[in-house]
């Protein structure tokens, strides 16, 4: 068997966030997106789950993605499409 499931850090990304919601400085939000992909022959082929945390360059308060600000899930999702 040449396929499976593999699991890593699939992108990282410094993006506008908007004011963190910790300690209001309004800066760069460091995101870092995991995932599972689906690998043959160990060329991976597509991704089966995607996780992203965003930590604050200031505070360095990391938040999961369900409570990334609007202004940051919009940059992040731009930065995925790109
Ligand atoms: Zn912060």
């Known amino acids: 068997m040449f396929y499976g499931l593999r699991a890593g850090k699939i ?3 410094r993006v506008p966030g908007g ?3 910790h300690c209001q400085h309004d800066g760069i939000q460091h995101v870092s997106v995991y995932g599972r992909y689906l690998h043959a022959l160990f060329i ?3 991704p089966v789950g995607k996780k992203a945390v965003s930590e604050c360059t200031n505070c360095k308060k990391t ?3 369900k409570e990334f600000s609007s202004i940051l899930k919009q940059n992040y999702e731009k930065k995925l499409s790109s």
């Open 11 to 13: 992108g990282e990304f």
């Open 19 to 21: 004011p963190c919601a």
């Open 44 to 46: 991976p082929i597509f």
């Open 63 to 65: 938040i999961p993605k």
